[in-house]
């Protein structure tokens, strides 16, 4: 017998989960070094711009999918239209999911190992060699990331099995808000350096000469993934509503709660970056090395060190629940399984994708799929394929396939149906049929374009 569908508790609830699910390591660490590597202001006025004409209309639509079939991201489409094409869609966002769980878990745990080596104060550690060198060695020791993948999926699996309201909405309740208080924290640290002017010109300031082709679709690539859009995390979340929760108000906080988010981390970082002198250009390595080092010579380094780890491991922890949520949803509601069993059956699978992943640079380093180790071959897949993919058929289902007045309906649930809600209604109702399925499309083929 099924178990009684799950709801949220309370509406601040319902904006805690729902913007752990898209706050992630997608803010902190990846929108810092593209920003970076993309020239800085400019590069952060086409993301705020992409944000609202491609990320919130997916959100929305996401959460009509969720909300109207009551149902995980496998069934939704099945329910809202009888085919067996789009019936079979949900399964692209399933299998990103899994594979998500393998190599973000990975990262998670790095964060973890990065928290111990912040209280311990980098000792011995002095040039930009000294600190490559411990990350690489971190990567091709096979114990240690193993076991701290291990622990990190424990955590999420004790967190999973209590439950939707008991469980996630509890612990997103206590763990967004402190996410919050140590990023402001941080930020207002960052403001009183000797770099501070410098960083906030270097964020803020566009200067449009740096803006190329490859800056745009870089944009508008990050504000997709940012969101954490086409793998059904809101889908899932909204089949959990009630259903006098107000959609797009709901979509428009996470939206400029996720955005916040990554500007602050970028006020975070910049600021430090410039006053010690290092590349804001350094790419993925930017967090794991260069920050690091950094925060050595920062006075009080280590303490705000450990503030941005803790940082770190609070929004990969809440990205990866409810990442773990689509496949729960989808165990218990396509085989019946109790909540308990499907938790224990998601964790084990993540347990043994994750220490695949995490050997993929030590043990497994030499075992490679189309040039790709695990790790990898699971991160482009994931990225550069599904979640693009699943996007956009999600925007076409909702845009083009459900009924017009469906959508309407949903999208001014819980609102006051003033001119205001109306006509925003009706620009993501427009985004969704014809912006967001060719920006997606032409994100993936972007992302395609290297193979």
């Not at 913007?19 to 970076?36: D, K």
């Not at 006025?45 to 009509?64: A, R, S």
């Not at 790095?110 to 104060?121: L, N, R």
């Not at 640290?189 to 740096?210: I, Q, T, Y």
Request: charged share 15%; with cysteine; proline share 4%.
């Amino acid at each position: 017998m099924k178990e009684k569908r799950s709801q949220f508790g309370t509406k601040l609830g319902v904006i805690m989960v729902t913007a752990g699910s898209a706050v992630g390591l997608g803010n902190i660490w990846r929108f810092p070094y593209e920003v970076g590597a993309n020239g800085g202001g400019a590069f952060v006025l086409l993301y705020l711009i992409f944000v609202f004409f491609v990320g919130l209309p997916v959100i929305c639509g996401e959460f009509i999918l969720g909300k109207r079939s009551r149902s995980g991201i496998r069934g939704a489409f099945e329910k809202l239209h009888k085919s067996r094409f789009w019936g079979s869609v949900g399964y692209i966002s399933i299998l990103a999911a899994v594979l998500i769980m393998g190599f973000y878990s990975v990262v998670a745990s790095w964060t973890m190992e990065y928290i111990v080596q912040s209280v311990e104060g980098f000792s011995g550690l002095s040039s930009p060699e000294d600190f490559h060198n411990r990350f690489e060695l971190l990567t091709a020791t096979p114990v240690r990331p193993v076991v701290w993948t291990a622990l990190f999926l424990i955590l999420n699996y004790l967190i999973l099995i209590r439950g939707v309201e008991k469980g996630i909405e509890k612990v997103s309740n206590l763990m967004m808000p402190l996410l919050f208080i140590l990023l402001i924290a941080f930020g207002i640290n960052s403001l009183l350096l000797p770099g501070a002017g410098e960083g906030l010109r270097f964020l803020f300031h566009p200067d449009f000469s740096k803006l190329t082709g490859e800056v745009v679709l870089r944009a508008l690539g990050q504000a997709f993934f940012s969101l954490s859009l086409g793998m059904g995390c809101l889908v899932t979340y909204s089949s959990y509503f009630k259903p006098e929760t107000p959609l797009m108000r709901t979509g428009i906080s996470i939206a400029v709660l996720d955005t916040f988010v990554a500007v602050m981390a970028g006020v975070m970082i910049f600021p430090a970056v410039f006053t010690y002198g290092q590349e804001p250009a350094a790419g993925p390595r930017l967090v794991f090395e260069v920050l690091p080092m950094v925060f050595s010579n920062m006075p009080s380094g280590s303490i705000w060190s450990l503030v941005f780890f803790v940082l770190l491991f609070l929004a990969a922890l809440t990205s990866i629940i409810s990442v773990s949520e689509i496949i729960i949803a989808y165990l218990m509601d396509d085989f019946g399984m109790s909540r308990f069993k499907a938790c224990t059956v998601h964790f084990v699978i993540s347990l043994v994708f994750g220490v695949v992943c995490a050997l993929s640079f030590s043990s497994l380093s030499d075992f490679k799929i189309f040039g790709f180790n695990v790790f990898d071959l699971f991160d482009y897949v994931s990225s550069n394929i599904l979640m693009p993919l699943g996007g956009m058929l999600l925007s076409i289902f909702v845009g083009w396939v459900i009924k017009r007045s469906i959508v309407k309906e949903e999208l001014l649930a819980g609102t006051s149906h003033s001119g205001v809600y109306r006509v925003l209604a009706t620009v993501m109702a427009f985004c969704l049929r014809y912006v967001a399925p060719v920006a997606i499309a032409i994100v993936m083929l972007n992302c395609l374009k290297g193979i």
